[in-house]
């Protein structure tokens, strides 16, 4: 049995439901495909469900806080699941587009990356070691070990942004995060993917 290693928004200092967006999924919303299906994996109380809504995508939300889940069933597919215990709830399922902050369970990687569909985006953001100088979390179980996402989503899916390291705003944080996509059996190393200036 694997040792529970979730890390949630609900466990910062100063929780709060009207935080912003991440920066690094606004940074990189672009490489989303207009409209298309986004699933936000431990969404809380679904931040970036809500700025995602407003830029007319297909939402799909799954936490384990049942409460936080209500506020979104307008907006969203929400689906009520501690994603540590029993069986990832979209095994036959895949998305435009899968985002991941502030979570970390080890064993759900391989299933993060698969539910990536051809020529979908995952965008993931989470602590990395080195956190511990700033605060919580301070285990070594929620924080990511250097190039520890690169390993994960290679070579399943071609890394297009990598960050980490620390950063100051808008909290300070040692951070790890990826901007990566499916690329389609007809890939050409001609094709575009926007990004950021």
């Known amino acids: 049995m694997h040792a529970r290693h979730r890390y949630d928004a609900s466990m910062l200092p100063d929780p709060s439901h009207a935080l912003p967006p991440s920066p690094w999924i606004v940074r990189h919303a672009q490489l989303l495909r207009a409209g298309g299906s986004v699933l936000d994996v431990a969404c809380g109380s679904g931040r970036h469900v809500r700025w995602l809504q407003q830029r007319g995508f297909s939402l799909f939300a799954v936490d384990r ?10 907006i969203a597919q929400v689906r009520v699941a501690d994603l540590e215990c029993g069986l990832w709830p979209y095994a036959h399922q895949t998305f435009d587009a899968v985002i991941v902050t502030n979570y970390l369970w080890r064993p759900l990687l391989p299933h993060i990356v698969q ?4 020529g979908g985006v995952l965008l993931y953001e989470t602590f990395a070691l080195g956190q511990a100088s700033l605060g919580k979390p301070s285990n070594p179980a929620f924080l990511l070990r250097p190039g ?5 989503v290679r070579p399943a ?30 890939a050409h190393a001609a094709d575009r993917y926007n990004l950021p200036i």
């Open 115 to 118: 539910a990536v569909a051809p």
């Open 157 to 186: 899916l071609r890394v297009l942004a990598f960050e980490d390291g620390y950063v100051s705003a808008p909290q300070p944080a040692f951070v790890q995060r990826i901007a990566a996509v499916r690329e389609r059996a007809s």
């Open 65 to 74: 806080n049942a409460e936080a889940l209500a506020g979104l069933r307008d």
């Open 148 to 152: 520890e996402l690169l390993d994960a």
